[in-house]
């Protein structure tokens, strides 16, 4: 029964890599988002969708891609990895504007 | 644009003593106040919010904070902490009940037996 869920846990990966993350949460929220947390614990939002529609996109390198098959699920996709995208990334979802909850987080590491 | 300050990234304090975690921000709007609780290797947690109700909120695990609009604080208090409250902190601010979430840098808190 939990309630936002990411996988993988852990992702490790040479540079110039194509790789995927995926969420669902089946807390029947409408509007999903990804997370960066760099090294030094800041958290910083990169993608927000609404009813599989994308309302914030935060100057994020667009090797990063999300894709949202339904409200339901919020996959994060990244071509040519790089080692500045090792961090720790994050779905949460919400209901519209209320508290959002997290996932445990996707640990990548770009080598 | 809306951001948050937190003065002090880490913060010691004694098993038994009270918790003070600062936070102060910044909207051109009234905003939405959350605090998140991050324990190591997990996701965050909601602690606490304010959204333009009561001033003073109360959280799970003991926390409260305060809305304090003419010192653009929100601090987190907490009037004895555990060992169990060891963890990174985080304050949160939406503009206006936007989707959009701007955290500050995060403060971590040890407790000491």
């Known amino acids: 029964d939990t309630a936002v869920s990411q996988t993988p846990k852990y992702l490790v990966t040479q540079m110039g890599n194509d790789k995927s993350i995926k969420c669902e949460q089946n807390?029947?929220?409408?509007?999903m988002y990804w997370y960066k947390q760099d090294s030094k614990k800041f958290l910083k939002i990169m993608f927000s969708y609404n009813n599989k529609e994308l309302i914030i996109n935060e100057t994020v390198p667009n090797r990063f891609s999300p894709k949202s098959p339904d409200k339901a699920h919020l996959n994060l996709h990244i071509n040519s990895l790089e080692l500045g995208d090792s961090a720790v990334y994050f779905c949460?979802?919400?209901?519209?504007?209320?508290?959002?909850?997290f996932g445990p987080g996707t640990r990548l590491t770009v080598l | 644009a809306q951001s948050v300050t937190q003065l002090g990234s880490h913060v010691s304090v004694s098993e038994g003593a009270l918790v003070l975690l600062r936070c102060n921000y910044s909207s051109s709007v009234p905003p939405y106040l959350f605090w998140y609780v991050q324990y190591p290797n997990q996701g965050l947690q909601l602690l606490l919010k304010y959204t333009s109700a009561a001033t003073l909120v109360k959280g799970i695990n003991g926390f409260e904070a305060e809305f304090k609009k003419s010192e653009t604080s929100f601090h987190l208090t907490k009037p004895s902490a555990h060992m169990s409250d060891a963890a990174e902190y985080f304050c949160?601010?939406?503009?206006?009940?936007?989707?959009?979430?701007?955290f500050g840098k995060g403060t971590k808190l040890t407790v000491n037996p």
């Open positions: 949460a979802s919400s209901r519209g504007n209320y508290e959002q909850f």
């Open positions: 807390l029947g929220h409408d509007t």
């Open positions: 949160a601010v939406s503009q206006g009940g936007s989707e959009k979430l701007v």
